[in-house]
């Protein structure tokens, strides 16, 4: 895991000052090496977290004299053994232990069809000599991010966003759209971002650009929807089934030099983790869980919960409490560390867990995917009682943030783009294949909504110290068998049925059979005292009031009662001050 960055100019050589700007913003991602090679119209940059093959011969920029390849990769290919193995057989030989040598040799053999053999988390950059060309590819489900944007003088790439922006080519006009998005999903979705003109590559998709600025893209993976309805296959055997699945997703993301540690909540799906490790044989396992004051009733940790994980398994287990004045101090530098405004509460929490588990081990599993995967949300049960007609609707009324009338308010008349959001929903739902009103939102959430939220909020608190987490419930084939399964299985006895029965023979019942928590970081959600000086603060700024995003007097009305402005996902006026926040912080004027 690392951080990437390149320029391909069309008009004469790579200004290499441009990505090693870049670079700088990105060395928090790898700080365990730096790299940068330039060619004619070609450099790449690269920041390293030494995870597989801790050599010098595993750096990067790699380079491959006689194939004349070039790579910059972030992730990790989890069977890169076996691939390796594979194409040594069909006469390749190699000069490290390394899976980023693997991606480039499994390129030179198989060209864009190599994706379709990494089992994985990946976003790289190849560039091929011969044809000066460059080769850009994304994981199946996002779960490693690739921004880019192109004019008529070249194309620039980096793992960030707020990295891209340090190259002055690259324009930092907001776009109506990508606001709209915010607003609504609390994320910006899809080839989207926050501005205009600069893109994110698709998951599942790959890109080539020529020397002269020819642009093609294609797709090698799609989450197909083929519910499996038939009477053959017994309550049992899916069971049997995501066990097999789970166990090797799990195994699978134990490939490292380094210890491998967990993220553990107290939910049942990281509590599944370590109780599946420990069955891997697994002992010792580096465990971490994070807690935060209490505010007035609302509970601010989850240890009884995790604690009894750590004791039933003996894990080797840090329990770190975040005081209020940590919170506050080091909420600034949350903001940073986000590649893109991220609303959710819990993303203070992932920043300092990050900082504190990145004092112990490089690498950890994660659990986040499995409430998308297995349906554990509280918006699916409403949608099996819907017709298709008004499945899109529904869906927006469970999960949006505002509603038309509350954004033409918030909102300068600019960004106000009727039903923009609402459109994609509908989009997503006639074109995802899936029949009911209930798999078209566990499609639209796996597919789209996770890959900009949740994953991308792991992504970037974690890497923020140099950590690498893995998600073993994003593993491509167990979510493939995920959406075979007959949505009954998943949403009985209030969701997540089927994978709370496997871990019934995994792990203690108590930490199955208790309410669903959330990461709970209650003074966020209470935008109360000091943080709701903080967003008095940043409304004052000349640039909140120079930018013409929001309706003033309104933020001015949410300023002065803001318990008034609470919504199903916590303060609303969090959510519009973190977004004038991260424009201020990173200097977007």
């Given at each position: 895991?690392?951080?990437?960055?390149?320029?391909?100019?069309?008009q004469?050589k790579?200004?290499?000052?441009?990505?090693?700007?870049?670079?700088?913003?990105?060395?928090?991602r790898?700080?365990?090496?730096?790299?940068?090679?330039?060619?004619?119209?070609?450099?790449?940059?690269?920041?390293?977290?030494?995870?597989?093959?801790?050599?010098?011969?595993?750096?990067?920029?790699?380079?491959?004299?006689?194939l004349g390849?070039?790579?910059?990769?972030?992730?990790?290919?989890?069977?890169?053994?076996?691939?390796?193995?594979?194409?040594?057989?069909l006469?390749?030989?190699?000069f490290s232990t390394?899976?980023?040598?693997?991606?480039?040799?499994?390129?030179?053999?198989?060209?864009?069809?190599?994706?379709?053999?990494?089992?994985?988390?990946?976003?790289?950059?190849?560039?091929?000599?011969?044809?000066?060309?460059?080769?850009?590819?994304?994981?199946?489900?996002?779960i490693?991010?690739?921004?880019?944007h192109?004019?008529?003088?070249?194309?620039?790439?980096?793992s960030?966003?707020?990295?891209?922006?340090?190259?002055?080519?690259?324009?930092?006009?907001?776009?109506?759209?990508?606001?709209?998005?915010?607003?609504?999903?609390r994320?910006?979705?899809?080839?989207?971002?926050?501005?205009s003109?600069?893109?994110?590559?698709?998951?599942?998709?790959?890109l080539?650009?020529?020397?002269?600025?020819?642009?093609?893209?294609?797709?090698?993976?799609?989450?197909?929807?083929?519910?499996?309805?038939?009477?053959?296959?017994?309550?049992?055997?899916?069971?049997?089934?995501?066990?097999?699945?789970?166990?090797?997703?799990?195994?699978?993301?134990?490939?490292?030099?380094?210890?491998?540690?967990?993220?553990l909540?107290?939910?049942v799906?990281?509590?599944?983790?370590?109780?599946?490790?420990?069955?891997?044989?697994?002992?010792?396992?580096?465990?971490?869980?994070?807690?935060?004051?209490?505010?007035a009733?609302?509970?601010?940790?989850?240890?009884?919960?995790?604690?009894?994980?750590a004791?039933?398994?003996?894990?080797d287990?840090?329990?770190i409490?975040?005081?209020?004045?940590?919170?506050?101090?080091?909420?600034?530098?949350?903001?940073?560390?986000m590649?893109e405004?991220?609303?959710?509460?819990?993303?203070?929490?992932?920043?300092?867990?990050a900082?504190?588990?990145?004092?112990?081990v490089?690498?950890?599993?994660?659990?986040?995917?499995?409430?998308?995967?297995?349906?554990?949300?509280?918006?699916?049960?409403?949608?099996?009682?819907v017709?298709?007609?008004?499945a899109?609707?529904?869906y927006?009324q469970?999960?949006?943030?505002?509603?038309?009338?509350?954004?033409?308010?918030?909102?300068?008349?600019?960004?106000?783009?009727?039903n923009?959001?609402?459109?994609?929903?509908r989009?997503?739902?006639?074109?995802?294949?899936?029949?009911?009103?209930?798999?078209?939102?566990?499609?639209?959430?796996t597919?789209?909504?996770?890959?900009?939220?949740?994953?991308?909020?792991?992504?970037?608190?974690?890497?923020?110290?140099?950590?690498?987490?893995?998600?073993?419930?994003?593993?491509?084939?167990?979510?493939?068998?995920?959406?075979?399964?007959?949505?009954?299985?998943?949403?009985?006895?209030?969701?997540?049925?089927?994978?709370?029965?496997?871990?019934?023979?995994i792990?203690?019942?108590?930490?199955?059979?208790?309410p669903?928590?959330?990461?709970?970081?209650?003074?966020?959600?209470?935008?109360?005292?000091?943080?709701?000086?903080?967003?008095?603060?940043?409304?004052?700024?000349?640039?909140?009031?120079?930018?013409?995003?929001?309706?003033?007097?309104?933020?001015?009305?949410?300023?002065?009662?803001?318990?008034?402005?609470?919504?199903?996902?916590?303060?609303?006026?969090?959510?519009?001050?973190?977004?004038?926040?991260?424009?201020?912080?990173?200097?977007?004027h």
């Open positions: 895991m690392c951080g990437i960055a390149g320029e391909i100019n069309f004469g790579a200004a290499s000052h441009y990505v090693n700007s870049m670079l700088e913003h990105l060395a928090p790898g700080p365990d090496g730096w790299g940068l090679t330039a060619q004619g119209n070609m450099c790449f940059g690269h920041q390293r977290l030494k995870v597989i093959d801790l050599t010098a011969a595993g750096a990067q920029p790699m380079h491959d004299a006689s390849l070039t790579i910059v990769f972030n992730g990790c290919i989890y069977n890169y053994k076996a691939l390796r193995h594979e194409l040594e057989q006469g390749h030989t190699f390394s899976d980023t040598e693997v991606i480039l040799k499994a390129y030179a053999q198989w060209q864009e069809q190599c994706m379709s053999r990494f089992n994985g988390m990946f976003a790289f950059a190849i560039w091929h000599r011969d044809s000066n060309s460059t080769f850009f590819a994304r994981d199946r489900l996002g490693k991010p690739l921004y880019y192109h004019n008529r003088n070249g194309f620039w790439f980096s960030t966003l707020p990295s891209l922006l340090k190259c002055p080519e690259v324009p930092a006009k907001l776009s109506p759209l990508g606001v709209h998005q915010y607003m609504s999903f994320a910006i979705v899809g080839a989207d971002t926050l501005f003109n600069v893109h994110k590559l698709l998951p599942g998709h790959w080539k650009v020529t020397a002269d600025g020819e642009i093609s893209q294609g797709c090698y993976w799609q989450l197909h929807t083929e519910v499996d309805n038939s009477e053959q296959r017994s309550e049992q055997d899916w069971q049997q089934a995501l066990r097999a699945a789970l166990f090797t997703s799990a195994k699978r993301r134990l490939e490292a030099d380094v210890p491998v540690g967990v993220l909540s107290g939910g799906d990281s509590s599944l983790l370590v109780g599946m490790l420990s069955e891997l044989g697994q002992k010792k396992l580096h465990t971490f869980s994070i807690g935060f004051d209490n505010v009733e609302e509970e601010g940790n989850e240890f009884q919960y995790s604690d009894i994980i004791e039933h398994y003996a894990t287990h840090n329990k409490f975040a005081r209020h004045n940590t919170l506050l101090t080091h909420l600034r530098p949350c903001v940073d560390a590649s405004p991220m609303v959710s509460h819990d993303v203070i929490g992932f920043y300092l867990l900082q504190a588990v990145s004092q112990h490089k690498v950890v599993q994660s659990g986040q995917g499995a409430d998308e995967v297995f349906a554990g949300y509280h918006w699916y049960p409403p949608m099996t009682d017709t298709a007609s008004s899109a609707e529904c927006a469970a999960y949006f943030s505002w509603d038309e009338s509350e954004l033409g308010q918030v909102l300068a008349p600019e960004y106000c783009l009727r923009e959001s609402l459109n994609l929903v989009q997503h739902f006639a074109n995802c294949g899936s029949c009911l009103p209930v798999d078209k939102a566990l499609h639209l959430d597919a789209v909504m996770l890959v900009d939220d949740p994953v991308k909020r792991v992504d970037n608190m974690t890497m923020a110290f140099g950590l690498e987490a893995r998600v073993p419930f994003l593993d491509h084939e167990l979510v493939e068998l995920a959406f075979q399964m007959p949505h009954q299985l998943k949403l009985r006895d209030g969701g997540k049925y089927l994978l709370k029965q496997v871990a019934r023979d792990i203690p019942n108590a930490v199955i059979d208790r669903k928590g959330y990461f709970p970081v209650p003074a966020l959600r209470q935008m109360q005292g000091e943080y709701l000086e903080l967003a008095k603060e940043v409304f004052s700024q000349p640039a909140a009031r120079q930018r013409k995003l929001f309706n003033m007097d309104y933020i001015d009305a949410m300023l002065a009662a803001p318990e008034q402005y609470t919504g199903k996902f916590g303060s609303k006026l969090w959510q519009v001050t973190l977004l004038e926040l991260w424009l201020q912080q990173h200097g977007i």
